[in-house]
């Protein structure tokens, strides 16, 4: 029993607390630009850049209520309502026109000003706050118009603590106001505790609205930030792709060149020109592409650089680049090589990785291309003979270079399968499929 009532006490004082003490205010949210219109170009002297038409109608309701309190309280005071002298009428008329002003920028303090200021006003002459509930209600004497915009004032202040305060201090500001108006005056307490109510529900349901709107704006940009770092990891692995593709296979060339051209020279001046010749053809060649995908990273604006892309046009090439390094290789081409500029890419790319893998690891062993184009699907197949002991000037991969071909075919909407054979040899088979790459062939780097 105990322990339950000291908890409805710890309930009934946190909120008290939070509105009397502790309580504060989040910061203003950004105004509609209904209610934050620019500068006129004829005004651009002013220290803003745009009207804030509710801090405006604050000010001039702060100004207006002054005004008419210092005037209605001196009616008050002449009628013999309360004594009270020139100065204390000034302040007590500030006490309620102060807060007004002060709500957009410091609403909890606002709202004190305005509750400390109905209370000390209404004990001093209760015709302050209770002339206005009793008018309302029908049994006094009228409305008076002051006592009104009284009423409006601390209602507005209550509506600024709801929209930028947690829960708690709303709700201490319902308790405060419902003991105020029943200590102050009992007959106004129903309808001054209506009124309340209703002006703090429609602040907590604005701030409801507000913090899910946040929440859907927060959850928005944390979208667009995932999606442009992926964008980012991809752009980074498909250059990251294509550099150990290039890469791989020219180095691979490369290094069975330099090291078999003095076998082959054996004294022979001329051979030995020939064969560093190749070499250097082979290393401009490779500089060549590397220039060609780091030139995405080098547009200012962001655009990709349009340098033409390898494709199976040049076959040839390729096929020769690496008989002359010493690697035994038939090809059979079936069907027009004239293909979609993704499709040509990705098939010349997974060719290159193939040729380069054998050559590193089975150095020597025969080697056959065979290309078949349908109407549907380009077919490639590079097998070779089983591997013989690799050459210890030859760059081993790190497994990069399957995985690579593989996702290259899986982004064309193919397949590709790598495995050894019984005769202890390999097999890469490559299906790509060519309607896919028909409307838009994305353009590498």
């Known amino acids: 029993m105990i322990s ?53 109608a604050d000010l001039s309701l702060a100004y207006i209520l002054f005004g008419t309190g210092v005037s209605y309280l001196e009616t008050e005071a002449a009628a013999s309502h309360f004594y009270a002298d020139g100065p204390v009428l000034v302040v007590l008329a500030a006490a309620y026109a102060v807060p007004i002003a002060l709500r957009e920028r410091w609403p909890v303090a606002a709202w004190r000003i305005s509750a400390m200021a109905a209370v000390v006003g209404g004990l001093v002459n209760p015709r302050i706050l209770g002339g206005a509930m009793n008018g309302a209600a029908g049994h006094g004497d009228g409305v008076m118009p002051y006592v009104a915009a009284q009423v409006i004032t601390y209602l507005l202040c209550a509506y600024s603590v709801a929209v930028r305060s947690d829960r708690d201090v709303a709700i201490g500001v319902w308790i405060v106001s419902a003991v105020g108006a029943w200590i102050i005056h009992p007959n106004s307490m129903f309808l001054a505790t209506v009124l309340v109510t209703v002006a703090l529900l429609f602040g907590q349901n604005v701030r409801a609205r507000r913090r899910a709107t946040s929440r859907l704006d927060e959850e928005r940009r944390r979208g667009e930030e995932q999606r442009a770092a992926r964008i980012v990891l991809e752009e980074r692995t498909r250059i990251a792709r294509e550099l150990h593709d290039i890469v791989a296979h020219h180095m691979s060339v490369i290094a069975i060149q330099a090291e078999a051209v003095p076998l082959r020279a054996r004294g022979d001046v001329a051979a030995l020109e020939a064969g560093l010749g190749e070499i250097r053809v082979l290393s401009l060649a490779a500089l060549a592409e590397m220039r060609q995908v780091l030139g995405a990273l080098r547009g200012a604006d962001g655009r990709r650089e349009t340098a033409p892309q390898p494709g199976l046009d040049r076959l040839d090439d390729l096929i020769g680049n690496v008989r002359a390094a010493g690697l035994a290789v038939t090809a059979e081409v079936s069907g027009s090589l004239d293909l979609p500029a993704a499709v040509g890419l990705s098939a010349y790319r997974i060719l290159q990785e193939s040729l380069s893998n054998a050559m590193r690891h089975a150095p020597g062993a025969p080697v056959r291309v065979e290309i078949e184009r349908t109407a549907a699907e380009l077919r490639l197949s590079v097998t070779n003979g089983p591997a013989g002991v690799a050459s210890p000037g030859t760059p081993d991969g790190q497994g990069q270079g399957i995985a690579g071909m593989r996702e290259r075919a899986a982004l064309l909407g193919g397949t590709l399968e790598a495995a050894p054979m019984a005769d202890g040899g390999f097999s890469v088979t490559a299906i790509l499929p060519l309607a896919a790459a028909e409307p838009a062939a994305p353009e590498e780097p």
Request: net charge positive; no cysteine; hydrophobic share 60%.
């Open 4 to 56: 339950r009532a000291w908890s409805g006490f710890v309930r009934l004082v946190a909120p008290l607390t939070a509105a009397l003490v502790t309580g504060t205010a989040e910061p203003a949210g950004p105004r509609s630009r209904w209610l934050r219109p620019a500068v006129p170009a004829w005004a651009r002297w002013l220290p803003f850049a745009a009207f804030d038409l509710v801090v405006v």
